[in-house]
């Protein structure tokens, strides 16, 4: 990425013009990221926030898997264009790309895929305006011209033959836009992500893609984080007032344990019969922490009509599936962490 490509001026709307553009920066990767390379890596001095250039917010309780970071930290020196990330729900494919991008203040441009998705809400078409038919730009071609990244969420909803349409911009080479006779050459800095959950049981409307558009990507699989690092997530998550360290610990370890046999026995994981058609990803968790925290200080005389863990496991999951899968969540918890569902406050 070049200042001369990131954003032209005559490509750059006035109100963004009058905006004090970031400046560029060299990092050594090994301050950025928990990686043992000391390569010098391009970002910017601060995030960029313009109305239709802004990097995104990180979570700061987002936890690197270090082989995940070191993966990404590689692809960024590699000279490949796009990489895609897979792996269940809540394994935090998404997170992982607008962490890499806020560590950098590097601006990314992001999309979410569906069914109906076509070539020109994605590379772009004509639009009617005041004074008739405009181009428009769609997000690819504009990362493409301004080299930026751009993330493709849920990738694998895509029509196979609309997703083929990219083949030439995955691959960093020039495009040619038919409508206008435009030729591309994606600036320094172009990078796609892609994410998709994998080939199992549970997630519905997936596609397989074509082969050559599969080819083009560089694969990496995400992962649910070990039970130490999920409980620390939970506990970060956790701010509620009056709740002591012991207390924080307590809760934390029991929706981790929880969560983990509801990974271990959900059917992307698990071919048995019983097999739960649901599981449960780290945002998941650490929101039922907060809930089970809320209603235990809701129900502090005792009458709940259970024990507050499960309250919170069915608020957050439960309660949306059938009667028969809530109960057999219920059971895993039991059985993870020792605690019945029954209340047994005084």
């Known amino acids: 990425m070049s200042a001369e490509t990131m954003i032209a001026p005559?490509?750059?709307?006035?109100?963004?013009?009058q905006v004090a553009q970031p400046a560029f920066m060299t990092y050594k990767a090994s301050d950025v990221f928990p990686v043992p390379f000391g390569h010098p890596i391009t970002g910017f001095d601060k995030p960029w926030d313009t109305p239709t250039i802004k990097t995104p917010r990180g979570d700061k309780n987002y936890v690197w898997d270090p082989e995940l970071i070191k993966t990404m930290v590689l692809f960024w020196f590699s000279g490949d264009t796009c990489l895609k990330l897979i792996g269940h729900t809540g394994t935090g494919k998404t997170e992982a790309?607008?962490?890499?991008?806020?560590?950098?203040?590097l601006p990314l441009i992001t999309l979410g895929a569906n069914p109906q998705l076509s070539s020109r809400d994605v590379i772009g078409g004509f639009f009617p305006g005041p004074n008739g038919v405009y181009w428009r730009d769609g997000p690819v071609t504009m990362a493409a011209r301004n080299g930026m990244s751009v993330?493709?969420?849920?990738?694998?909803?895509?029509?196979?033959?609309?997703?083929?349409g990219l083949?030439?911009?995955?691959?960093?080479?020039?495009?040619?836009?038919?409508?206008?006779?435009?030729?591309?050459?994606?600036?320094?800095?172009?990078?796609?992500?892609?994410t998709i959950n994998p080939k199992?049981?549970?997630?519905?409307?997936?596609?397989?893609?074509?082969?050559?558009?599969?080819?083009?990507?560089?694969?990496?699989?995400t992962k649910y984080p070990d039970q130490d690092v999920e409980v620390d997530v939970i506990k970060k998550s956790l701010a509620a007032p009056n709740l002591n360290a012991g207390e924080i610990e307590n809760i934390a370890i029991a929706v981790a344990q929880g969560?983990?046999?509801?990974?271990?026995?959900?059917?992307?994981?698990?071919?048995?019969?019983?097999?739960?058609?649901?599981?449960?990803?780290?945002?998941?968790?650490?929101?039922m922490a907060k809930w089970t925290v809320l209603y235990a200080r809701a129900y502090q005389q005792g009458n709940a009509p259970l024990q507050p863990l499960y309250m919170a496991l069915d608020t957050v999951l439960a309660n949306r599936q059938r009667p028969e899968v809530r109960s057999a969540l219920h059971e895993a918890f039991r059985l993870a962490t020792g605690i019945t569902p029954e209340n047994t406050q005084p």
Request: glycine fraction near 8%.
């Open 151 to 164: 993330l493709v969420d849920e990738y694998n909803v895509l029509d196979p033959g609309e997703a083929t």
């Open 167 to 194: 083949n030439a911009f995955l691959e960093g080479r020039q495009y040619t836009i038919p409508e206008t006779g435009e030729t591309i050459v994606p600036a320094p800095g172009f990078r796609v992500f892609v």
């Open 97 to 105: 790309v607008f962490s890499f991008h806020a560590a950098l203040n």
């Open 10 to 17: 005559e490509e750059t709307p006035a109100a963004e013009q």
């Open 200 to 221: 199992t049981a549970g997630y519905n409307g997936r596609q397989n893609q074509d082969l050559a558009n599969d080819d083009r990507f560089v694969d990496v699989l």
């Open 259 to 287: 969560a983990a046999a509801v990974r271990k026995a959900y059917m992307g994981e698990n071919d048995n019969a019983g097999a739960l058609p649901c599981t449960m990803s780290v945002r998941c968790s650490a929101r």
